[in-house]
Nanobody, 117 residues
């Protein structure tokens, strides 16, 4: 069974940092690009970042550039998102995602990030 399990969310003050993790199982992790996507309260899904299968290429939404870092450890089948200089508008549920085929995408259950003083 393909499974993605996020962790590392929580409550943080503006300007603070968090590192999210996504543990993957049930598929060959290093065959696939991986992504983070978020959903803020009352809003739709927003793409955050993508990393290539070998970590050689990374891509970020404009508002995250310079603040967020995506990485992966293929030996541990784990994806990470380091978030720095957090803002209230970063409050959202963060999901990791893998697109196994053009038609088949898998999502984790999400981890809540709340940025508030």
């Amino acid at each position: 069974e393909v499974q993605l399990v996020e962790s590392g969310g929580g409550l943080v003050q503006p300007g603070g940092s968090l590192r999210l993790s996504c543990a993957a199982s049930g598929f060959t992790f290093d065959d696939y690009d991986m992504s983070w996507v978020r959903q803020a309260p009352g809003k739709g899904l927003e793409w955050v970042s993508t990393i290539s299968w070998n970590g050689g290429s990374t891509y970020f939404a404009e508002s995250m550039k310079g603040r967020f870092t995506i990485s992966r450890d293929n030996a541990k089948n784990t994806l990470y998102l380091q978030m720095n200089s957090l803002k209230s508008e970063d409050t959202a549920v963060y999901y990791c995602n893998v697109q196994l085929t053009q038609a088949v995408g898998v999502w984790g259950q999400g981890t809540q990030v709340t940025v508030s003083s």
